[in-house]
């Protein structure tokens, strides 16, 4: 589908490089996307960045301290492009902390980063709306925080969109 549309967001770079696991090794600042389709064909983009990555960042006054030992904040933006209705209406994923899975920098997963603490340490106008079909058939742009709850200071963070493969980013 084209668009004369301008977008806020870059387009994805083709050709990045994959982990063993399938998913794209990813930056901070650099575009990603979800491609619908509809009898196979592109039926519209879901873009995002993941503009920023902070380990332990400055949460609400009366936040409860971490669980499992510091907290880690990103920063996203979400932009819909071109997604009709029909298939906006098959996304069955969420930007949201349980779409998150953290590991150490050996490779260990640490399960549990989606604490009540984590969800308590940004003002509710800093947490990332839910990404629902309604939101995307209408491509309404989108920018917002998700916190986990990790225990160690230093790994990486895989986004899973239940899609083929995810998106691995670095921390720490």
């Known amino acids: 589908m084209t668009s004369t549309r301008t977008w806020k967001l870059p387009n994805p770079e083709p050709g990045r490089k994959k982990n063993a696991y399938g998913d794209l090794i990813a930056k901070p600042g650099e575009a990603n996307g979800v491609t619908f389709t509809s009898d196979d064909q592109p039926?519209?983009?879901l873009i995002f960045v993941v503009s920023k990555i902070t380990l332990d960042p400055k949460c609400v006054a009366g936040a409860a301290k971490s669980r499992r030992g510091h907290f880690l904040r990103i920063d996203l933006e979400v932009e819909p492009r071109d997604v009709s209705a029909e298939s906006a209406e098959?996304?069955?994923?969420?930007?949201?902390?349980?779409?998150?899975?953290?590991?150490?920098?050996?490779?260990?997963?640490?399960?549990?980063?989606?604490?009540?603490?984590?969800?308590?340490?940004?003002?509710?106008?800093?947490?990332?709306?839910?990404?629902?079909?309604?939101?995307?058939?209408?491509?309404?742009?989108?920018?917002?925080?998700?916190?986990?709850?990790?225990?160690?200071?230093?790994?990486?963070?895989?986004?899973?969109?239940?899609?083929?493969?995810?998106?691995?980013?670095?921390?720490?």
């Open 90 to 172: 098959l996304w069955s994923s969420s930007f949201a902390a349980p779409s998150w899975v953290a590991y150490d920098a050996k490779g260990t997963a640490q399960p549990g980063t989606d604490t009540e603490e984590a969800g308590g340490c940004l003002k509710s106008e800093e947490q990332l709306p839910y990404v629902d079909s309604r939101l995307i058939a209408k491509g309404t742009f989108v920018k917002g925080s998700v916190v986990l709850d990790v225990s160690s200071a230093k790994g990486t963070v895989v986004l899973d969109l239940n899609t083929d493969g995810g998106w691995e980013f670095q921390y720490g």
């Open 43 to 45: 039926d519209g983009e």
